[in-house]
């Protein structure tokens, strides 16, 4: 019998991007694994030594579809602390119980394509950025997302 490889654990340090038009018109996603769960793009590093504008550039592609280079990627030089939820600490090694969130944002020509891997995410929206806050989960998402005309490109 070949023993069963187990997958790594997720490394605690993560991007959030606000993936947004010139008009302040955000994309958020919603989670396969929490129906009416809204939220911008986010992902853990895949390596350590990944740096964080790499890590947001893969993200959005494997959750969106959408090339960074179709846009103008963002700094924005923010970073959120986090608890992890309770329902996603066996994802990490044990003891860790915060992450690491660094913020990104991108702009993308209105009418952008999505297409979303269905493994993560079961729907897409654009919304106005003020609506687009009141609907995510996430508190710290939904902060980065009324900050979003400070840092317009």
């Not at 992902?43 to 090339?67: L, N, W, Y």
């Not at 044990?94 to 990104?104: D, I, L, M, S």
Request: charged share 20%.
């Amino acid at each position: 019998m070949i023993p069963r490889m187990s997958k790594p654990f997720k490394i605690p340090l993560s991007v959030l991007v606000v993936i947004h038009t010139p008009a302040l018109e955000v994309l958020l996603i919603n989670r396969t694994d929490s129906p009416g769960f809204w939220q911008s793009v986010t992902g853990s590093k895949d390596q350590e030594d990944e740096p964080f504008e790499q890590a947001a550039i893969r993200e959005v592609r494997e959750e969106t579809g959408i090339d960074a280079a179709t846009g103008t990627l963002t700094d924005w030089g923010l970073e959120n602390v986090y608890d992890i939820y309770p329902r996603y600490l066996h994802r990490y090694a044990p003891g860790v119980t915060r992450n690491r969130e660094h913020v990104f944002g991108l702009c993308v020509p209105a009418g952008t394509p999505v297409t979303l891997n269905p493994r993560e995410h079961t729907a897409w929206q654009w919304l106005p950025y003020r609506h687009a806050a009141d609907a995510c989960f996430s508190p710290s998402n939904a902060e980065a997302i009324l900050m979003l005309p400070e840092f317009m490109p």
